[in-house]
Nanobody, 125 residues
Framework: VQLQASGGGLVQAGGSLRLSCVAS????????MSWFRQPPGKEHEFVAA????????DYADSVKGRFTISRDNAKNTVALQMNSLKPEDTAVYYC???????????????????WGQGTLVTVSS
C-alpha cells in the first residue's frame, strides 16, 4: 500500500491543523493506521493509532485530549485533527500502516511496514 500525507503547515500556538493520509494500492480496511512524528533532532515518536474499522483508537499521553485520529474506509483516508497546538508539537508527521500489527505493538515504529513521506508541522510560540 502507498501512503500520501498532507496538511502540514505553519500555525500559531493554540491553533489547529488537520492532517490527512490517503492510501492506495491495498485494501485500506485491512490496515491499522497510525501517525508518528519526528521532532527536530529527535527520534520518531508514536502519536495515535486507529483500528481497522475505526472506533478503537489510542493516543500518546502528550496529545490526549488535543488530537483526534479518524478514518474513512470508503475514501481510504486517515486523518489527524490537531487542536490546541503547542510549540513542542513541531515535527514531521508520518502516517503508517500495518495489516498484521497487534494492539500491544501500536506504539512501535518497527511494527509498521508502510510509511508515507511525511508532512511538516511547525507551531510558533
Amino acid at each position: 500500500v502507498q501512503l500520501q500525507a498532507s496538511g502540514g503547515g505553519l500555525v500559531q500556538a493554540g491553533g489547529s491543523l488537520r492532517l490527512s493520509c490517503v492510501a492506495s494500492g491495498g485494501t485500506f480496511s485491512r490496515y491499522t493506521m497510525s501517525w508518528f512524528r519526528q521532532p527536530p533532532g529527535k527520534e520518531h515518536e508514536f502519536v495515535a493509532a486507529i483500528k481497522l474499522a475505526g472506533g478503537n483508537a489510542d493516543y500518546a499521553d502528550s496529545v490526549k485530549g488535543r488530537f483526534t485520529i479518524s478514518r474513512d474506509n470508503a475514501k481510504n483516508t486517515v486523518a489527524l485533527q490537531m487542536n490546541s497546538l503547542k510549540p513542542e508539537d513541531t515535527a514531521v508527521y508520518y502516517c503508517a500502516a500495518s495489516s498484521t500489527i497487534i494492539r500491544s505493538s501500536w506504539y512501535r515504529r518497527d511494527a509498521y511496514g508502510y510509511w508515507g513521506q511525511g508532512t511538516l508541522v511547525t507551531v510558533s510560540s
